[in-house]
């Protein structure tokens, strides 16, 4: 299933940090636009996945018209001028994720030793 969520880019010195408004201000960053794009997605997979391992449901995501990117900079206190600041929909299909992330996990366990 394929879940979508407002994330709010904020440019800066060091890159982009990422809020997601809706869950709670989680957060993460990239030192460049791919990278937190990037970034962004993996962590908004890896909440929901815990989310659903923990029996609960997802919040709500807002519209991207609710969302006022300037008042989230100044409740968080982030410097980030207004023209390096943008609203994007994040999308993760989170069994897919979780699927993946697991087989990446067996395939990078040391080999088991007997003795």
């Known amino acids: 299933m394929l879940s979508m969520y407002p994330a709010c880019f904020y440019r800066d010195k060091e890159g982009y940090s990422v809020v997601f408004p809706d869950l709670n201000w989680l957060s993460t960053c990239g030192d460049t636009l791919d990278e937190a794009m990037k970034?962004?997605?993996?962590?908004?997979?890896?909440?929901?996945?815990?989310?659903?391992?923990?029996?609960?449901?997802?919040?709500?995501?807002?519209?991207?018209?609710?969302?006022?990117?300037?008042?989230?900079?100044?409740?968080?206190?982030?410097?980030?001028?207004?023209?390096?600041?943008?609203?994007?929909?994040?999308?993760?299909?989170?069994?897919?994720?979780?699927?993946n992330t697991l087989k990446s996990l067996l395939k990078k366990r040391l080999p088991f030793r007997h003795g």
């Open 39 to 99: 970034m962004a997605v993996d962590c908004l997979a890896g909440y929901l996945y815990t989310i659903q391992k923990e029996g609960n449901t997802f919040p709500s995501p807002s519209e991207l018209s609710q969302i006022n990117i300037a008042a989230i900079a100044q409740e968080l206190d982030i410097n980030s001028p207004a023209n390096d600041s943008f609203v994007n929909i994040i999308t993760v299909d989170v069994d897919e994720y979780a699927k």
